[in-house]
């Protein structure tokens, strides 16, 4: 506030005695009610300002303290998680509902072709025919077919049948972003 002329009238009291101007709300105040407008402004500024400012910081500590479990955000990203997780058990499920059919379908046709040579065996055996080249072609066979059900049961990584997937950016399939206020 300034001090402004004698010819002003006080804002309050209507005396000419008003020596102090408030550049603000554009009155006039005596020495008496100047003070009184310093109060009333010291009130304004503790009921509007500091009053808001500390509810402002309450809040500020209430959120840190319950480590926004409650917002709206967090339930979102649990509720992501678990689809996301149910995606992941249902993709597991369909390939290994896959490999077993794959496992049974190669282990079906093993044991047609065993059969084969289960046949071609008792009926050799049953008129004693025995000729070198028959008995040369069905060890074969029956090695390729040991190959075979080795290769199925074994656990070998240069002829997976697992095809692993590592071209997700789990960095990016869920994130968060500040977003700009315009």
């Known amino acids: 506030m300034a001090t402004e002329p004698d010819s ?35 009130i304004k500024f ?12 309450a809040q500020i500590h209430k959120l840190k303290k319950s480590k926004f479990a409650s917002s709206d955000l967090f339930t979102k990203i649990q509720q992501w ?25 190669q282990r079906i ?20 025919d025995f000729v070198e080249h028959n ?6 066979k029956i090695n390729e077919l040991q190959q075979t059900l080795q290769q199925l049961t074994q656990n070998d990584t240069t002829k997976s049948i697992i095809v692993e997937n590592d071209q997700i950016d789990w960095n990016r399939i869920i994130y968060i972003q500040e ?4």
């Open 81 to 105: 998680k678990k689809t996301t997780i149910k995606k992941v058990e249902e993709a597991a499920e369909r390939a290994t509902h896959e490999l077993n059919n794959l496992i049974n379908k």
């Open 135 to 140: 008995i040369n072609r069905l060890k074969q």
């Open 46 to 57: 503790d009921n509007e300002i500091v009053r808001s400012n500390n509810e402002l910081l």
């Open 179 to 182: 977003e700009q206020l315009n």
């Open 109 to 128: 046709q093993i044991t047609k072709e065993l059969e084969l040579i289960t046949i071609e065996i008792r009926l050799r055996r049953k008129e004693k």
């Open 8 to 42: 002003n009238l006080c804002s309050v009291c209507n005396k000419l005695s008003a020596k102090y101007f408030c550049t603000e709300c554009t009155k006039h105040f005596c020495a008496k009610h100047v003070k009184e407008h310093e109060q009333q402004l010291s």
